[in-house]
């Protein structure tokens, strides 16, 4: 995954690359690793710099890498937790293919993300509806979902699985969430791996009502928004000094509701993404939906919803400003660094596998909860 992450090949890029550097002693790995880059958007107009249909991996800007919107309709869950319905006609281990309204991605069994290394940065992943099962090479593990996040950094390097469990049996399983990616600072992409959990009941709701006594609802998931401030991120993250102004932000509009989206500071950037909805008005500019905008930080905007409720996902924050270069699971700043993780890896596998499978799941009974690596645990019901 040279030029940007594409969950969609995941694990066959990460193996391929991975075996010819071990065959070779990286020759020829540096003609794959290139530094990311945007793809070109639109022509400015406005406060709105660019617009650009959202795919199923959505560009952002520094100081994020990318953002995945997951959306499935998974049916009943069988014994193992996986589909009850017959998987045959499905390219297990790596499909991403929509049929009957969803996928397996790396699954073969259940749905998700089996083992895989990270290292350089952040994931965040927003679970809007369904449950994820965490295990990873520290010996951490969890459930959450339901309006739940994430907030692993991968630091200096760790393993992790993101497995989608189908808890009930006797009814569907439908799944959405966001895993965005947010880059660290040189300084810090060799801190120790660290995750914490941000309970759907303590992340800040802010919310309004306009003139019209329409409301507006936003959930603020990092950084501050009016009177709510988001409960910290990981100690080492760009987004833990407010400095940095990094927010993401969750906004829900009642149908026919217009409210004002505050500036940030000169030099932020500033992305929207629009995926729930009929049509939205902004800077005089009508925006279909599942669309993403850049705009200019500096200007606050006016979004006025048409007839159907809407949500736009907010990411923003000042930019790391150093050199990206990213292959597979690993972002570093040098192709030099790259080679290392590599090395890495190959040595040490970041601390092995503690866990009996791959794409680990947790016991059905087991209720939303976190065993962090130093034993500490979160129950949540």
């Not at 694990?11 to 880059?37: D, M, Q, V, Y």
């Not at 749905?111 to 809007?128: A, D, K």
């Amino acid at each position: 995954m040279a030029t940007t992450v594409n969950r969609r090949s995941f694990l066959e890029k990460w193996s391929a690359a991975l075996a010819a550097l071990l065959l070779a002693r990286f020759p020829g790995i540096a003609k794959t690793l290139t530094p990311l880059n945007e793809p070109p958007m639109s022509a400015p107009k406005n406060s709105i710099l660019k617009i650009k249909p959202l795919g199923f991996q959505w560009d952002t800007l520094d100081p994020f890498l990318f953002c995945v919107h997951h959306e499935d309709h998974f049916p009943k869950g069988n014994a193992a937790m996986g589909p009850a319905t017959s998987l045959d006609g499905r390219n297990l281990g790596d499909d991403f293919i929509i049929k009957d309204g969803w996928r397996m991605y790396h699954g073969k069994n259940v749905p998700g993300f089996p083992e895989h290394p990270h290292r350089g940065f952040e994931t965040v992943t927003v679970v809007r509806e369904g449950f994820v099962d965490h295990a990873d090479s520290l010996g951490a593990a969890g459930r959450y979902g339901q309006g739940d996040v994430q907030w692993m950094t991968a630091g200096k390097g760790v393993q992790h699985s993101e497995m989608f469990p189908l808890l009930k049996t006797d009814a569907d399983n439908p799944m959405e969430l966001f895993q965005i990616w947010l880059n660290l600072p040189k300084k810090n992409k060799m801190t120790d791996p660290h995750f914490k959990m941000l309970w759907s009941d303590i992340i800040p709701k802010y919310t309004v009502n306009d003139k019209a006594g329409k409301q507006i609802k936003v959930e603020v998931i990092a950084g501050k928004l009016g009177d709510k401030t988001a409960a910290p991120p990981p100690p080492n993250s760009w987004a833990a000094d407010p400095a940095n102004e990094v927010a993401i932000w969750n906004i829900k509009l009642e149908a026919g509701a217009t409210w004002q989206l505050p500036a940030a500071s000169s030099g932020i950037n500033r992305m929207l993404y629009y995926y729930e909805g009929h049509g939205i008005t902004i800077a005089d500019t009508l925006i279909n939906n599942y669309n993403a905008l850049e705009v200019d930080a500096t200007a606050a905007l006016t979004i006025q919803n048409g007839d159907t409720a809407a949500s736009i996902l907010v990411l923003q924050g000042k930019p790391i400003n150093e050199p990206v270069i990213q292959y597979g699971p690993f972002v570093m700043n040098t192709k030099e660094e790259i080679i290392q993780a590599f090395d890495d890896y190959h040595k040490t596998q970041f601390g092995g596998w503690p866990w009996k499978k791959g794409d680990q799941v947790h016991d059905r009974a087991s209720g939303r909860f976190a065993i962090h690596a130093d034993g500490r645990r979160e129950d949540k019901g």
